[in-house]
């Protein structure tokens, strides 16, 4: 059977004109600018600051990271059984594997996004699939699907709220949870205006119910839903997918073929984990004590079930990801995918979301992941991205040290990548600061510099410095020591 149909969801998004810099784009460039400009022109987009102020608002409500004794202990078994796979991760997917296809489910192994991508267009064409459903998956994000399979003539159609809004505004997701967190609500109306060529409403029902109707009938003309994976239990070959819309249950039971796509950290040991790890998750992402829906797949329909698909392709992706076993970055392994700790870090706040990571992964643990997946030194300079204040490491609900990791991956870029004038820069700012006269005195002669010569020669550092200093503002050095001068007679007054 060859399906025909073609997307009422996406219908008239020729007459949508994307709004938005290169770097935000649904595919993402393969010649990046320089982080540091990439982040200064972030800084003057008009959706920066507001995004900033919901975000930074959203931080206080949540009180990201704090932690009710109840949510704490969860913390400490969670983090516990995050981790039990790693010593042995082979054997865990192992034995998913052979429960998967107990239940009648079909297991594929990806090494790396091009394998991934020709196992799911291999399927597509067996079956004749023409149209697409999807639910929300940061997996396909990572193997750029989309693209891929629309190249093949094959529609694909975002069916999560946020990632159906990126998807028209022709972007990535800005945040792991959230994808379109970065927009308000009149930006949504506008864009769902310009799809619909009238005006629509701003209210968040009418929003919503604007996407439910577009998308209700792709559910029944999809040839194939393709789903993410929160969680597979190693023991039983269930799947656990979490959400608040809805959408995935219909992306699992409504076409004839599912596609599940799980990265290979998110097995886990037993299937009553999913009682300590879906509540954590759903604190941390959205501060549930238990999200709306857990969708729960464990296999095709079988004889006498009036729903579900005729068939299940689990694809699992490594895509770099065991080459971190044994390393101290292994921990990166046990993140549950909250994004809490994007919600918590003053920087991914500051830029106005993930975007000015030109990466698939923004924010704190987008920062060590993306380093680690794909190309070698590919994103190596992301770590430096990063005020190292520990705000994610308090938000992460299994304890991930992501502040040691930035630090670990900062010393491996340098040592590959970094220019001798930079660290011969840096020793000599090290020997200085070793004692308090050597510290005195850069202070003094920062004063003295600022007095004498303009900001704006300043700004332009000479030779290598000028690279550096291309991103970055510098603060007055009139100014050098100033704060110290006044905490030490604050302390004195106090006194």
Known sequence: MTE????????????????RPEWAAGDIPPHRRPLPLITRDALTVPTARPTHDRLAALNERRRVGSWPPEVAELRERGAAIRRETLPDLEKYLQQLTGNVER????????????????????IARENGVRLVVKSK???????????????????????????????LADERPSHIVGPALHKSRQDVADLFGQLAGDVVSGDP???????????????????????GVNFAAADTGTLAIVTN????????????????????????PRFADLGVLIPLLCDAAT??????????????????????????????????????????????????????????CPVYRTVGGGHPYSAVYGGPIGAVLS?????????????????LCGACYDACPVKIPIPDLLVNLRAEHERERGSSAARAGWRAWSLAWRTETGYRATLAAARLMGRLLPDRLLARLPGPGRG???????PPLREAGAFRRWFHGRDRRQR
């Not at 029902?205 to 789903?227: N, P, Y």
């Not at 995935?248 to 599912?258: F, I, L, N």
């Not at 296999?299 to 005729?310: A, F, I, M, V």
């Not at 550096?468 to 510098?474: C, E, I």
Request: hydrophobic share 40%; with cysteine.
């Open 103 to 122: 239940n009648g489910g079909v297991v594929h192994r990806a090494a790396t996004p091009a394998d991934a991508r020709a196992v799911i267009e291999q």
């Open 245 to 268: 819309e809805g959408n995935a249950d219909m992306v699992t039971s409504q076409p004839r073929v599912h596609v599940a796509v799980m990265t290979v950290e998110k097995v886990i």
């Open 287 to 344: 501060k549930q004590r238990v999200s709306v829906y857990q969708t729960l797949v464990n296999g095709p329909r079988r004889e006498g079930e009036s729903d579900g698909p005729e068939q299940l392709h689990l694809v699992i992706l490594d895509n770099g990801r065991t080459k971190a076993l044994g390393t101290p970055q292994e921990e990166v392994l046990a993140c549950i995918r909250c994004g809490n700790c994007q919600i918590a």
């Open 468 to 474: 550096w200093a291309g991103g970055r503002a510098l």
């Open 371 to 387: 380093p680690l997946i794909g190309a070698p030194g590919t994103d190596s300079d992301l770590p430096f991205l990063s005020s």
């Open 4 to 19: 025909q149909q073609h997307s009422s969801a996406l219908a008239g998004r020729e007459r949508i004109r994307p709004d």
């Open 137 to 167: 998956s940061m997996a396909t994000e990572e193997i750029h699907l989309n693209s891929h399979l629309t190249a093949q003539g094959i529609e694909v159609v975002e069916t999560d709220l946020g990632e159906y809004i990126v998807q």
């Open 205 to 227: 029902d009418d929003l919503a119910a604007f996407a439910r109707t577009r998308l209700r009938a792709d559910f029944k003309a999809a040839g194939m839903g393709i789903s």
